[in-house]
Every structure is written in structure tokens, then in C-alpha cells.
T-cell receptor
């Protein structure tokens, strides 16, 4: 199957700092990428949909100024958590949709811990 | 509001038996259906996709789709302890995947 990478896999940061997470589709082009957040023992929560070359679409309740998304190319999307706080600690997962098969593939996730 | 419903479980199945996971959806015009498996602490991985009514088999996995009744199921034959995970049903609706909350499956040796 298609491969999606995510970097970093784990990050610990101080409260108030910003953290950037990269999501790459390695062997296919992804016009659309998705960013999810998952808290322990809870289901996936879609944060935003990222389309290459245009602004991201955020789900209700997700602050677009706090979670900055950039989708500058067909293989790369980034999520920047600005001024992170302990409540932002979570498992952030990206997925990329393969345009040809309409299938979504997930990255391995980034575990963020804000102290 | 478009919804995808799954029994949260846990569903406990003895090793070697058939595990049956079910999912219902509300958007009647949905055309694409997916089953993902998520191990604890890991991201979801795609197991099966199905687009047409009927059965689709891949190894020990069989996906079943019934659009008239708006349900999709996943059967796992010869269940193994390594199949213990949360299984997520996803339905495509207007270029977006609508996710079920997942069913936790436990295979008991």
C-alpha cells in the first residue's frame, strides 16, 4: 500500500512554544491531506482538511490561528501548533488521499507532550 | 448530520473463531466504504475497501456491503490474538470520510 510518513514521531516541548509536524506522501501525489487528533481511548477527531495550494478547511471548534496548516506541494503538508499548552498534548495523525484510488492512507502519528 | 455507527464493544471472540464487526451509515448516496484497524498507540491502517454490494474477500478478511440496508460488515476468519485491535469503519460522503467510533475486538487465546 501507499506510504505516508510523519515527522517527528514524538515531541516534548515547553508551554508557549510552537511545534511543527510534517506529513509526506512518499509514493503518490496527494491533493488532499487530513489532520486528525486523538486523545487516549477516544476516536479520531478530524481537525482540518488541507488542499494543495489553497487554504485549509477547519472543523468546527478548531482554532485556525492556533493550528496552522500549510499544504505547499502535492506530497507535503505541515501542521504547526502555535503557543502550545498542556491541553494540546495529544496524538496527531495525518492522512493523505491518493487521488487515483480515492483511498486515505495514514501516517504513523506524532505524539505531542506539552509540559 | 451524516453518521456512521458502530458498536463500541469490546467484542470478545475465542481464537480460531469468526469475528463479525458491523457498521451502519446514514448517507444513502455513499459509494465508498473502508475498514481500518488501529492498534493501541498506533495510527489506523487500511484493511479493506468495498464499493459494490456483496462480499469482497482478502485472505482471512471478508467485507460485506448492503447498500439497501445501509450496512457494511467485516468478517475475520480464524481469528488470531494479533487481530485484537480497534476496527474503524469509514464511509465516504462528499469527498470526506465519515468515521465510526470503532469497535474494540479482543481475541482470547
Amino acid at each position: 500500500g501507499a506510504v505516508v510518513s510523519q515527522h517527528p514521531s514524538r515531541v516534548i516541548c515547553k508551554s508557549g512554544t510552537s511545534v511543527k509536524i510534517e506529513c509526506r506522501s512518499l509514493d503518490f501525489q496527494a491533493t488532499t491531506m487530513f489532520w486528525y487528533r486523538q486523545f487516549p481511548k477516544q476516536s479520531l477527531m478530524l481537525m482540518a482538511t488541507s488542499n494543495e495550494g489553497s487554504k485549509a478547511t477547519y472543523e468546527q471548534g478548531v482554532e485556525k490561528d492556533k493550528f496552522l496548516i500549510n499544504h505547499a506541494s502535492l506530497t507535503l503538508s505541515t501542521l504547526t501548533v502555535t503557543s502550545a499548552h498542556p491541553e494540546d498534548s495529544s496524538f496527531y495523525i495525518c492522512s493523505a488521499r491518493d487521488f487515483s484510488s480515492e483511498t486515505q492512507y495514514f501516517g504513523p502519528g506524532t505524539r505531542l507532550l506539552v509540559l | 448530520q451524516k453518521e456512521v455507527e458502530q458498536n463500541s464493544g469490546p467484542l470478545s471472540v475465542p481464537e480460531g473463531a469468526i469475528a463479525s464487526l458491523n457498521c451502519t451509515y446514514s448517507d444513502r448516496v455513499s459509494q465508498s466504504f473502508f475498514w481500518y484497524r488501529q492498534y493501541s498507540g498506533k495510527s489506523p491502517e487500511l484493511i479493506m475497501s468495498i464499493y459494490s454490494n456483496g462480499d469482497k474477500e482478502d485472505g482471512r478478511f471478508t467485507a460485506q456491503l448492503n447498500k439497501a440496508s445501509q450496512y457494511v460488515s467485516l468478517l475475520i476468519r480464524d481469528s488470531q490474538p494479533s487481530d485484537s485491535a480497534t476496527y474503524l469503519c469509514a464511509v465516504r460522503s462528499n469527498y470526506q470520510l465519515i468515521w465510526g467510533a470503532g469497535t474494540k475486538l479482543i481475541i482470547k487465546p
